[in-house]
């Protein structure tokens, strides 16, 4: 379940400067993934995905490009 399309590196740079609308282009191109990854026992979990979707906003806003 790979996608091929990569997000554009200009996207990625408003999103770690903390523009909500790039934020939200990101979270649109893992919610598959996260939806996925979602399921417990084979029912969909909404805290599961709530939670998912935190840390990855969270991953974003604390990303440096200077490491």
Not at 29 to 39: E, M, Q, V
Request: glycine share 2%; aromatic share 10%; proline share 4%.
């Amino acid at each position: 379940m790979r996608n091929k399309k990569l997000i554009p590196f200009e996207i990625i740079e408003k999103a770690v400067a903390g523009e909500p609308e790039a934020i939200e282009l990101v979270l649109q191109h893992y919610r598959p993934r996260i939806k996925y990854l979602s399921k417990y026992k084979g029912h969909f979990n909404s805290d599961i995905q709530d939670r998912l979707q935190a840390q990855l906003i969270k991953a974003i806003l604390q990303f440096r490009f200077d490491r």
